[in-house]
């Protein structure tokens, strides 16, 4: 089992930039893929980033493609999320999950884990 803890959210400009983080603790962090998703108010939790276990591999929402960045270092056990060019609709409560698929996985029902969620708002 792993327990995920995210920090980073804000509330920041359009424009903006914001990097979250997903500290993992508990079973070796390596044996994960993981990725972010998001859930706005009063709609379902959504795909934004997913990367391989080794980080060499990546995926993105067509939505955040060319402004987001998801990066892991693995002897720190923590995933990454940068957020450029922040626009008010990126507005949500981003969660990093982990999933124990050996591929990148990008639906909600393949990740076996999930953090509480960090608040990013981002105002006009």
């Known amino acids: 089992q792993v327990q995920l803890v995210e920090s980073g959210g804000s509330l920041v400009q359009a424009g903006g930039s914001l990097r979250l983080s997903c500290a993992a603790s508990?079973?070796?962090?390596?044996?994960?893929?993981m990725g972010w998703f998001r859930q706005a108010p009063g709609k379902e939790r959504e795909f934004v980033a997913a990367?391989?276990?080794?980080?060499?591999?990546?995926v993105y929402a067509d939505s955040v493609k060319g402004r987001f960045t998801i990066s892991r270092d693995n002897a720190k056990n923590t995933v990454y999320l940068q957020m450029n060019s922040l626009k008010p609709e990126d507005t949500a409560v981003y969660h990093c999950?982990?999933?124990?698929?050996?591929?990148?996985?990008?639906?909600?029902?393949?990740?076996?884990?999930w953090g509480q969620g960090t608040h990013v708002t981002v105002s006009s």
């Open positions: 999950a982990a999933s124990e698929a050996l591929l990148i996985v990008t639906t909600r029902n393949r990740y076996d884990y």
């Open positions: 990367i391989s276990r080794s980080g060499g591999s990546t």
């Open positions: 508990g079973r070796t962090f390596s044996r994960y893929a």
